[in-house]
């Protein structure tokens, strides 16, 4: 913003004159009209910059949300690999089974066959039902070698949520601890303007909030090398000398602006623009 680096000037004013000799002179010769209307301003623009970052709260609330449902997400998707995996291994054990039954009646009624054919047509289903069990088994221990991956990633899942849990709770502190303090800021830049406000007249305060009002909150302006540093507009010669007195309020003819000055400082004085 364009009138950040005066109104930090201003704060420099403002301090006790033993610390500045500089500022003490401005500061005595700025009409107070002038100085409160400067207060006002900076004050007006903390409870802005305040309002905006508690307007934007929300969204990092939202924001610290979405990680942990993501994970969550995660989690449960690992889960629902998990139950499938186990439902199609209790498939291939319950065929095992049904294989091994076939296997077992084909080994009782062997010792039954008549035919020498007989015997051979019962080893072939035998050697099938054998390839069978075998081809089970194999696919049974592809389901546990499965098993053990999907139990590591669901570890992994479950480590990662509680890790982003954590990490979100400790956002959430500082956000919600961020949200307190910004409140209280705002409550104390409120109490400080109603402080401002009364050492105005009705006058001075409608004209500053007219202005603000038309010029995006910046009612105040500083005047620097015979401009306006706000709307950059070089003033008259008579006006920019005016405005130098501090002695009044004079407004921008181009923005409408209430001008000040700073009193360019000696070299080496804390309160030279730098
Ligand atoms: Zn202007």
């Known amino acids: 913003m364009a009138s950040q680096p005066s109104l930090t000037r201003q704060r420099r004013r403002e301090e006790p004159a033993i610390d500045n000799q500089h500022s003490a002179i401005s500061n ?20 802005d910059r305040a309002r905006r970052r508690i307007a934007e709260l929300p969204a990092a609330q939202q924001a610290l949300d979405a990680r942990v449902a993501g ?14 995996d186990q439902a199609a291994r209790r498939e291939v054990e319950k065929e095992l089974a049904a294989v091994q039954g076939r296997l077992s009646r084909y080994k009782g009624q062997l010792m039954e066959v008549k035919t020498n054919k007989e015997y051979q047509a019962m080893q ?9 069990v075998r081809a089970h088994e194999d696919r049974l221990l592809e389901h546990m070698e499965q098993a053990e991956t999907l139990a590591a990633e669901l570890k992994a899942a479950e480590s990662a949520l ?6 979100t709770a400790r956002d959430q502190k500082t956000l919600g601890a961020e949200h307190a303090e910004i409140e209280q800021e705002l409550a104390r830049l409120t109490a400080a303007r109603s ?4 050492m105005l ?18 009612a105040v ?6 401009l306006c540093t706000v709307c950059h507009v070089r003033l008259r010669p008579q006006a920019f000398n005016e405005v130098k007195r501090n002695d009044g309020l004079h407004q921008c003819d181009s923005c409408t602006r ?17």
């Open 162 to 167: 509680k890790a982003e849990q954590t990490v």
């Open 201 to 218: 007249s009705r006058e001075v305060l409608a004209l500053f909030e007219r202005v603000a009002h038309g010029r995006k909150g910046i």
């Open 124 to 132: 072939k289903e035998m050697a099938a039902a054998e390839h069978d």
């Open 258 to 274: 209430i001008l000040y000055y700073i009193p360019v400082a000696a070299p080496g004085s804390a309160a030279q623009p730098s």
């Open 221 to 226: 302006a500083e005047a620097r090398d015979g």
């Open 195 to 198: 402080e401002v406000v009364a």
């Open 28 to 47: 005595a010769l700025m009409h107070p009209d002038l100085q409160h209307l400067i207060q006002l301003q900076d004050l007006d623009l903390a409870a």
């Open 71 to 84: 994970k969550t997400a995660h989690l449960a998707i690992v889960k629902e690999r998990i139950a499938a």
